[in-house]
């Protein structure tokens, strides 16, 4: 099979535009674009790692703690303190929820949370968090006594 060279190709033609990979699940819209702190450290306003939220909670701040996966998951592991409303009920009870109230979301990996933390946002939340990776990430740096499924 022979191939020409396609000089308008954005990866290898004359002038390249595509020059580096980029952040997967940003691309697919999981979550929003990362920001660089002033210590070249990646962060996001929009995101709270496992340990940090651990940490909240053991300084004594009680964030809620939204699960957005579906029951059959949430009976098998849970953040101690957790409420869980499935993503798909979330555009039909977000007003079970407290605005003024400091809010972490998770799910599973991260993904779905992302799409709550997105959708509450959108309808006026200002104080919501993405549980970084998840429930996963949270058992492997938090509590790895819970299962994993």
């Known amino acids: 099979l022979k191939l020409r060279k396609d000089p308008e190709c954005p990866v ?14 940003q691309f697919c819209g999981i979550r929003p674009e990362p920001q660089t702190a002033a210590s070249g450290a990646t962060v996001s306003e929009w995101e709270i790692t496992p ?11 009680k964030p809620f703690i939204l699960d957005v996966r579906e029951p059959n998951e949430y009976q098998i592991n849970k953040i101690p303190g957790s409420t869980l409303i499935p993503l798909g009920d979330l555009p039909r009870r977000y007003q079970e929820l407290d605005p003024d109230r400091e809010i972490v979301a998770h799910c599973k990996m991260g993904g779905r949370s992302a799409k709550a933390v997105e959708f509450l946002r959108s309808v006026g939340f200002k104080k919501i968090k993405n549980l970084r990776g998840g429930i ?5 740096k938090v509590d790895p006594t819970q299962p994993k499924y």
Request: with cysteine.
């Open 136 to 140: 996963l990430e949270w058992i492997d």
């Open 12 to 25: 290898c033609g004359t002038n390249p535009t595509v020059t580096k990979l980029i952040d997967y699940e």
């Open 51 to 61: 340990v940090e939220l651990k940490q909240k909670l053991d300084a004594g701040d």
